[in-house]
């Protein structure tokens, strides 16, 4: 059975500081890894990988992956309140199913 | 530019009773389409996709099912609806070669 942990399952920041979301997994013929934030509602797209040790960039976001040890991480550089949300991590597989993991609450507090 | 709709945006139904969300996307066409479910604190569990129509994979048996009548309509009914179908239910699209999905605003459904 296909499964995504994300790790922490909760975190606690002050604006400013630096913080690193986890995401490993284990799925049969993968294909992408998907980072996704939600707010109030539907989950908007942050960034997509299917290559080893190239990270993806946009603004303060950065992530990476790591094919060989199974994980990714999620960076978020000089934290803002708006920050604050769910990010859910997902894998998908060369037969298009995806798995999603429980996602990590992040709360910037001013 | 595309965009995807979804109705009704909550929804408060009693036990045993019939369900029909719908799902529809514009300004693509033969999009992948997936219906995921939420629970509270929880990541997304894929229900159903669709990679054309009538052209739909089940993930989970339970007592939903997931119809496309259209090429770019996306139906999610139930016949008798149990306490644990309560969640917040996204529907979300992709193009036929690419994973990046994009989401509906979903709908909160709430079953008494």
């Known amino acids: 059975e296909d499964k995504v942990v994300q790790s922490p399952l909760s975190l606690v920041v002050h604006e400013g500081d630096t913080v690193t979301l986890n995401c490993s997994y284990e799925v049969t013929n993968f294909r992408s890894l998907l980072w996704y934030k939600q707010e109030k509602k539907a989950p908007t797209f942050l960034f997509m990988l299917t290559s080893s040790g190239i990270e993806k960039k946009s603004g303060r976001l950065s992530s990476i992956l790591d094919k060989k040890e199974l994980f990714s991480i999620l960076n978020i550089t000089a934290t803002q309140t708006g920050d604050s949300a769910i990010y859910l991590c997902a894998v998908f597989t060369n037969a298009g199913k995806s798995t999603f993991g429980d996602g990590t609450t992040l709360t910037v507090k001013p | 530019s595309q965009t995807i709709h979804q109705w009704p945006a909550t929804l408060v139904q009693p036990v045993g009773s019939p369900l029909s969300l719908e799902c529809t996307v514009e300004?693509?066409?033969?999009?992948?389409l997936y219906w995921y479910r939420q629970a509270a604190g929880r990541g997304l569990q894929l229900l159903f996709y669709?990679?054309?129509?009538?052209?739909i994979s089940s993930e989970v048996p339970q007592n939903l099912s997931a119809s496309r009548p259209q090429d770019r309509q996306f139906i999610l009914s139930s016949k008798k609806l149990l306490l644990s179908d309560s969640g917040f239910y996204l529907c979300a699209w992709s193009t036929g070669t690419g994973d990046t999905q994009y989401f509906g605003p979903g709908t909160r459904l709430t079953v008494l």
């Open positions: 300004g693509t066409s033969n999009p992948n």
């Open positions: 669709s990679i054309g129509i009538d052209q």
